[in-house]
């Protein structure tokens, strides 16, 4: 079987790039619906999906523009189908808008962002500068998105797993934020598959999905509330997710049991700062020893 | 029991229409000599019809026509401002077995969603819309369309719409017909009892092609807005007639199921 091509099943270990790891990812945790507008580094991703979707029983679509993309999304997560879409950083400004509705709806759905450099068209090497839009909500309004950032392309294939589950334990949208570096660096990745992945159909979203207004009274999912304290409930709700949320908060700590300065970073910097932390403390005990 | 009484049919009268149960029975929001009920009622008449309304799901878009899940007793989702076209094509993607429609108005669909419009039907989307035309924004207050026609009044256009400033109004049902994927376009009106009549067969056209299978169906309603063309609902209906009539011409653009075939 070629290299690239996804094999969610296999448990050995397959030799790919970061963005290929988020495709496998994606596929493994039952991702159905892929919609996506080219955009370097992130292309691999739709590549993948385009050929691989189909066979897996899904559907891709190349959106007219990053706009639709995160539109689409919206559709089919309303219709309870694990969904997603992928850009770099100018796209992913272009979906803030239907990020801001899926939050304000409660819509579940991942975001691959495969961060490159700017403000405007900046450059399409990796950068960090997409953190505040990312973590800080992005679009109009105050709502937050789960973000998850891998380091490696086993990360990659892990949290995407991960950003499913996390999208639908929620129902808010999740951010994969990775780069230019973790996106087209290539790694050993050990596919597997998840227990229980789910697909069409999954009870995960049988309460509240779009399916037909069958024996049951109909079902509106909005982010419009005109009514007198409507919103400000809606609001209220929102803040207590999001608060809920920080259950999620993770952060691998490196050497910091004796030390005195800490170094926090994420993603292909956290990489980086690991290595340099232990070129410092190689560093530090030669010059000890010498002493 | 005397109401009842009153309410009775007199002797020489009758029943026009039964209101679908799938409308619910409510106040409305709309203004006095609005059509957005009378498209309402068309698009129920026909999903009852269909014997669809258990299966289809709503992408309400935004202005006036955002409402539509207050008075449509089926599954709905609210879409951004223009991107119905590309939420129901989220929608239909994931299920594939389900009628999905968009009811969009002419600032939505053919101003801020004119590309999620024209993609959806170039990609030929198994969806429907019904695209309410009445040449102005309504619900932020009667500013200018892109259909809005030239010499028109609007808040945003105090002197009239002009061809040199503004450009000439959109004809939507013609430019959809010209597009790949599109299965069925037309365009009917809402002024008259007869114009209704071909208004729910063109709705239900637009939802047969989808239900088959053979591609995108659009149907562009022309309607009224008194409240915004500052003239009561006789007048509006007169206006249709003598000035939008004219420059948005009546009739069936495309319809695969006549021989034209679809990708």
Redesign the interface.
């Known amino acids: 079987m070629p290299h690239n091509t996804p094999d969610t099943g296999t448990p050995e270990r397959i030799f790919i790039k970061g963005n290929e790891a988020i495709a496998h990812g994606a596929l493994a945790a039952g991702c159905?619906?892929y919609?996506g507008y080219p955009i370097t580094p992130q292309n691999d991703i739709p590549e993948m999906m385009s050929f691989a979707l189909p066979d897996a029983g899904g559907?891709f679509?190349q959106?007219?523009?990053e706009?639709?993309?995160a539109?689409?999304?919206?559709?089919?997560?309303?219709?309870?189908?694990r969904?997603l879409t992928s850009s770099s950083s100018p796209g992913i400004s272009l979906m803030q808008?239907?990020i801001s509705?899926m939050a304000g709806?409660e819509l579940p759905g991942v975001i691959v962002n495969m961060n490159r450099g700017g403000p405007g068209l900046g450059d399409i090497g990796p950068s960090q500068g997409d953190y505040f839009q990312s973590v800080k909500g992005g679009g109009h309004g105050d709502y937050k998105l789960l973000v998850l950032a891998p380091a490696t392309c086993q990360e990659c294939y892990d949290m995407m797993v991960e950003a499913f589950d996390l999208a639908f334990k929620y129902r808010n949208p999740v951010m994969v934020l990775g780069d230019a570096i973790v996106g087209q660096m290539k790694e050993p990745v050990t596919p597997w598959k998840p227990a229980a992945a789910e697909g069409?159909g999954s009870a995960e979203a049988a309460d509240w999905r779009?399916?037909?207004?069958?024996?049951r009274?109909?079902?509106?999912?909005?982010?419009?509330f005109l009514e007198d304290g409507a919103l400000a409930g809606q609001n209220r709700h929102l803040q207590a997710k999001y608060a809920s949320m920080q259950a999620e908060a993770r952060a691998e700590c490196f050497l910091t049991d004796d030390a005195e300065l800490i170094v926090v970073a994420y993603g292909s910097i956290g990489r980086i700062a690991k290595s340099a932390i232990r070129k410092l403390r190689a560093q530090w005990r030669s010059r000890e020893s010498a002493s | 029991m005397q109401a009842d009484a009153q309410l009775a049919l007199a002797d020489d009268e009758q029943m026009a229409f039964e209101v679908p149960g799938v409308l619910v029975d409510r106040a409305t929001h709309y203004c006095p000599g609005c059509h957005h009920g009378i498209a309402h009622r068309l698009v129920a008449e026909v999903l009852e019809e269909m014997g669809v309304v258990e299966d289809t799901i709503c992408v309400a878009s935004i202005g006036c026509s955002v409402f539509i899940y207050n008075y449509l007793a089926v599954d709905s989702v609210e879409a951004p401002h223009g991107r119905a076209p590309a939420v129901a094509t989220g929608v239909k993607r994931a299920r594939m077995d389900k009628i999905v429609f968009t009811y969009q108005g002419d600032g939505d669909l053919a101003s801020i969603g004119l590309a999620e419009v024209m993609h959806a039907a170039n990609r030929g989307e198994r969806i429907t819309i019904v695209f309410v035309n009445n040449t102005v924004y309504g619900m932020t207050g009667g500013q200018m369309a892109p259909t809005t026609l030239i010499g028109q009044k609007t808040t945003t256009c105090p002197g009239g719409r002009c061809r040199d400033r503004e450009g000439m109004p959109i004809r939507m049902a013609e430019i959809i017909a010209g597009l790949g994927g599109v299965a069925y376009s037309a365009r009917a009106s809402l002024d008259s009892v007869k114009n209704i009549r071909a208004a729910r067969k063109a709705v239900r056209k637009a939802f047969d092609v989808q239900q088959q299978g053979l591609g995108f169906g659009f149907v562009e309603l022309l309607s009224g807005c008194p409240t915004n063309w500052r003239m009561d609902a006789v007048k509006a209906n007169t206006r249709i007639r003598e000035e939008m009539i004219p420059y948005f011409p009546l009739g069936v653009y495309k319809d695969v199921t006549e021989g034209e075939g679809v990708c």
């Open positions: 159905r619906c919609f559907e679509v959106a007219e523009s706009v639709a993309s539109n689409m999304l919206l559709g089919a997560a309303a219709a309870g189908i969904a808008e239907a509705y709806s069409p779009l399916e037909g207004a069958r024996g009274k109909p079902r509106l999912l909005k982010s419009l």
